[in-house]
């Protein structure tokens, strides 16, 4: 015997509804930025890499007020996931979030720049949650693929 299914009762989301565009790669020329990481817990040199592109920043003018790393794979959680990030949505934990867009507002800073390729809809739900412009300090991850 087959289950009656239950209605998802979340309100819809249509593509484009309620949906601001945003740019793709603004200009972090004279900005106060906050750095933001994403590395495995296999990655031991997360410091020199977060080192490299706050020198990349610099170079390009933008001065870094704040950096927030998360590792993925330092607690229980199996050496399979340890190179997933833990959203989709969001690439971080939620609790990091909020801890980024806290030191954001704490810093006023003018953008948070990800040293890991972002989705347009990672851009996008990042730049919301966080109220400052999320940007890629690499190439987009839709770009590349």
Sequence with gaps: ??????RDRRPVRRAGANCEPVPAAP????ADVVLVGFFSGKQKDFGALMDAAAGELARRGARVVGRVVQRRGVSAGGAARMALPYSSRTLLSYGKVRETAALCARTRAEAAVFAWPLTDRQRRVLTRMLGVPA???EPDADESA
């Design 135 to 137: 940007v890629s300090l």
């Design 27 to 30: 200009v972090v020329e004279g």
């Design 1 to 6: 015997m087959q289950q009656n299914r239950r």
